[in-house]
């Protein structure tokens, strides 16, 4: 072949695609992630080149290629009827996923002939550039690729939106964008930690000023106005959005999320169903409902004489929903744990126990996730198997992880209770005031660490961990 397979490989890496962007499917479920972007075109045309562009890349990670192709077809179609002027600096993300896709098919020919398009059309768009170019469109297409792959790309996606937003810093897609990344990175806002809030909630104003007929963004600001406590101010907002688009299942999703919140759970369930019936595979739907479920039994839970029927039959729905999801989607690890304390809810711990080991001996889980799985088994473990010494066991696994969260925190504070007791009653013995000399450790509380050690070592006077822990602590001060 004339062509020199180490040159192609070079041009290929230098293009602006999904390829080069570095999205790892291990991050994902592909079968949902495919679902998602099917659903998203159904509803929202306008970003459907950058839908069928990400789509093709997903068929790829799913061994498609022809499928691949098909999808990448669709984008330049909507390319050439939604921008006539400007084909070639339009399609260059298409064209890349071209050259990449032919690549990976063999068909080099094919590839480099995509290879050539995107350099020539890079340099008539710009003298310096090769096959390399800064188009802010290019950026925001990579941030919202990135954010389609979940939270480990949240940060890389508010910078490209912030790349993006250089060169047009009134583009209301663009500032969209760069909110919704925003709102992302803050996290669950019930677990934040005192983070700052406001340049968050000013992206999202700035963005729904721009655009206000972009319901999906008038959502997350309500959403985020709930969390700042502004609840009657974003309630307008959310029925601002549901006057205007009443069968957009995204803003739907975020409507019932609001209601949940707020406690009308029965509200948010008939919005989620609505939501489910015109996207009936929307894996996030499914974990709404199961959430909104298993509030409904922890209420009735509280009742003096709970009705059993009503019980079995909301236990019955939370865990269907629930299983949907982790079937569908099995990176989604909340998931899990909302499974296994469900089970626990209608007393089945043998089940609960197979969910929690199933997902405690997986080594894919970012450490957020995992410090959340151990401060829910330990609560298990604690609460309903009525071993503390299993919790407090796993109460301290969390702490050992150093990313800061809000499940740190409360397992910090569980596992201190917990051995505070033991030791005021006297069944606590050295093991359990070197824990607490271990947490104190931990969390940098050095003369209460000291305390608990030089306790733990007059009990213990031969137990290197203890001796060891105190030089090391004397040493540091």
């Not at 006539?84 to 080099?108: C, D, F, K």
């Not at 609001?258 to 509200?267: A, H, T």
């Not at 019936?277 to 479920?293: D, E, F, I, R, W």
């Amino acid at each position: 072949s004339t062509i020199s397979m180490d040159s192609l490989k070079t041009s290929l890496l230098q293009l602006e695609c999904h390829f080069t962007w570095a999205l790892l499917k291990e991050h994902v479920g592909l079968e949902a992630l495919e679902e998602t972007i099917l659903d998203h075109i159904k509803f929202f045309i306008e970003y459907e080149i950058i839908d069928y562009n990400i789509l093709s890349y997903v068929c790829h990670l799913k061994n498609s290629n022809e499928e691949a192709l098909r999808n990448l077809k669709k984008a330049e179609e909507a390319i050439k009827k939604r921008h006539p002027g400007e084909i070639a600096r339009r399609s260059l993300v298409t064209w890349g996923n071209y050259a990449w896709i032919y690549y990976h098919m063999q068909r080099y020919e094919e590839a480099q002939t995509y290879v050539t398009k995107v350099e020539n059309s890079c340099k008539k768009l710009s003298s310096t550039a090769h096959g390399k170019i800064q188009l802010p469109e290019i950026y925001a297409e990579q941030g919202w690729a990135l954010l389609r792959f979940g939270g480990n790309y949240f940060e890389r996606a508010k910078n490209c939106f912030e790349n993006a937003l250089k060169s047009e810093p009134n583009n209301p897609d663009f500032n969209a964008g760069y909110a919704t990344a925003m709102y992302r990175l803050e996290g669950d806002p019930w677990k934040r930690c005192g983070a700052e809030v406001k340049p968050c909630l000013e992206a999202l104003q700035r963005a729904v000023e721009l655009n206000p007929k972009d319901t999906t963004i008038m959502a997350l600001l309500a959403l985020e106005l709930q969390r700042l406590q502004r609840d009657n101010e974003g309630e307008r907002y959310i029925e601002e959005g549901l006057q205007k688009t009443p069968d957009f299942p995204v803003v739907l999703r975020h409507a019932a999320n609001f209601y949940r919140r707020k406690g009308e759970v029965n509200k948010a369930v008939q919005i989620l169903k609505k939501a489910l019936a015109l996207t009936p595979n929307a894996v996030v739907l499914h974990h709404q409902l199961g959430l909104c479920y298993r509030f409904k039994i922890v209420q009735l839970k509280k009742t003096r004489y709970p009705p059993q029927e009503e019980m079995e039959n909301l236990i019955q729905l939370a865990l269907f929903h629930f299983k949907t999801v982790i079937d569908k989607k099995p990176v989604f690890f909340y998931a899990y744990n909302d499974l296994a304390n469900t089970y626990a809810l209608g007393k089945r711990y043998k089940e609960a126990e197979e969910i929690f080991q199933k997902v405690l001996q997986r080594n894919d889980l970012p450490c957020g996730d995992k410090q959340e799985l151990y401060f829910n088994y330990g609560n298990f473990q604690r609460f309903h198997m009525k071993s503390e010494s299993k919790a407090i066991k796993y109460y301290v696994e969390c702490v050992k992880m150093e990313e800061d969260s809000y499940a740190r925190k409360r397992c910090s504070e569980a596992a201190e209770t917990l051995l505070k007791e033991k030791i005021e009653n006297g069944s606590g013995h050295a093991a359990d005031i070197g824990t607490l000399g271990l947490i104190y450790n931990l969390n940098g509380k050095k003369q209460e660490a000291i305390a608990c050690y030089e306790k733990a070592t007059a009990l213990d006077p031969n137990n290197e961990e203890y001796l060891n822990a105190l030089a090391e602590l004397q040493l540091s001060i």
